[in-house]
């Protein structure tokens, strides 16, 4: 048994906070979003000799050490769970300021307890690790967590969501703490007493008011607090509109104050912002952390083995994945003392009433049992366990493998009657395989009575072939569709599809997603200088000119002719590239050839330099070699099809991830809410 443990407890702000209600008990029911960020206390803990002790030492002056503090606290009640009968002893370094709003405190507990557990190897199972952190206070269940989730009640239910792109964040301590207790006290005034005015008495719903969260992106986020604080200290609200006026995304009071953060999409942004802020308030530098990081840097076992395996069900029709929902053994919370900075004291479970309250939970436990899943075949493995840890749910169970003669071999490990199953299996090469492969997953899981099967389909092949234009040819992208809705898929979620119209050859819902959120972002970061965005046909045009209308750059066409399936002869190039940095946008590079042309019709032209960028890299026979050998600088590509390991070697070929982008998709197909924001 190990004797001693370094551990970082990293902070948390919320990107929207509401008070909804008042429990009976005087407590207060919240809705919340949660978000981890880089800023971090650091805790040592040691398994000492001196029997049923605990001591916590701690470098800020101020925080007390004893009984009152969360951590000793979080140590006493992991003792008495686990009848430990050792030493403990912590020492605390703190990083995160102390009634900021920032959730150092509850951090702090819950890497307590994570760390204990790693000590001594005994380990909770993840439902009564969540029931002590929600005995200890309201955040303390999201920091067994972590990376972005919703909070219901006083934050002890916590609904994770998908990831979003890093951000940059920057945070400004004015120096003076504000009172947890004081805050909700003149909320219960005046939030409350709003509600009462205009609607009666307030209700509490799981489902809440969500519409003024930013879910999807990095929109601007709403606090309740804020009207508090900020009419008792209007510097901070006068630095929060300072924030935005600096380029911030989105800017809001940290939980109850008195912290201020804003979230940049550039380094630069923030360092500008920072410029600004007063001499005599702190600042702090940091970025956005992903569930996935954080997990690996609080605990990776853990992470494997307690959070993602976790079987306990959400109960909410909006966010049906994982519910983590903390509950001591008595039913009741123990309150937070006066010095932790967490949104709400403890508070007993939640409390439900009236006609009304009970219908909404029979429609919450009726959309319970369609528990969100995630399988995969031997397409693109990797991709799909980049999505599921964006999700923060588990890869589903299957074994996909071959007969002696070649035939597909296909089981179901695991139980899926009732699931939501999303299939991810781009049809790339071998393609025939690929495709067989997820036709037999669908017809097993149709089979195994899962409630709904999505196909989700990062590359759809055969999508050449999208119309008759020769006497006697096939309409090779109809078939495969006819196939996908027989063999029993009930939607089907595609990214960047070579035409449109495929989506008409479906008699099942499609969504279909496009790469540009990506791309676009990667290419406003390069910043290149007289840029021109090149459509490589007529055919194009419409992507290309969607392109340099976000990059704010002029079109250009190159005009060709395909005498053959694969081979082009270039013609004309329309539009000025004498001088400018091209950059050449397709859906696909398979052979390159029409690439490696039109590079060449470019720099005849009098272009500085080329760049590409497509969402699908085939990269078919000899591709990779024509693109080290051409004067190309970059081609950029996602990966919606897993690269070979010639194209690894390629410095010219940058990879995107478009896990996240398809995460946030199949997060709202599975709650039953837009995807509309995702379509650009």
Known sequence: MSRSIRLRAFAKINLGLKIVARRPDGYHEIRTLFQTIGLRDSLEINLTRRRGETSVECDEPGIPTGEGNLVHRAAEFWRSEREFRGGIAVRLQKGIPAGSGLGGASADAAATLSGLEQLTGN???FAARMGLAARLGSDVPFFLWGGRALGIGR???VFPLADLPRRH???VFPGFSVSTATAYQEAGRQVLGELTESLGTPTIS???????????DWGPAENDFERIVFARWPELARWKRQLIRAGAETASLTGSGSAVFGLFDSARKLTHAQSLAPRNWKTFRTRTISRAEYLRAVDSEQGRAGI???SLSCHSSLFTGHCLTGRSSSGRTHAFDAWNPGSSPGLPARIRKGEDLRAEETRMKESARHTLKVFTGNAHPALAKEICASLGVPLGKAFVGTFPDGEVRLQ????????DVFLIQPTCQPVNTSIMELLILIDAFRRASAHRITAVMPYYGYARQDRKDRPRVPISSKLVADLITTAGANRVLALDLHAGQIQGYFNIPVDHLYATPVTVDYFRRLKLKNLVVVSPDPGGVERARSFAKKLRAPLAIIDKRREDAH???MFNVIGDVIGKNCLIIDDMIDT???????????LEKGAASVYACCTHGVFAADAVEKIRNSELQQVVTTNSIPLSDAGKRNRKIKVLSVAGLLANAIRSIHDETSVSRLFI
């Open 123 to 125: 380990r909770l199972s």
């Open 206 to 216: 799981i489902l809440g008011e969500w519409s003024h969260f930013p879910l999807l």
């Open 308 to 310: 993602l395996n976790s």
């Open 592 to 602: 390159g050839g029409t690439l490696v042309k039109a590079v060449g019709a470019l």
């Open 169 to 171: 964040c920057l945070l």
């Open 412 to 419: 179901v490990l695991e139980n899926v009657r009732g699931a």
């Open 155 to 157: 934050g002890e239910e």
């Open 567 to 569: 081979v082009v002869e």
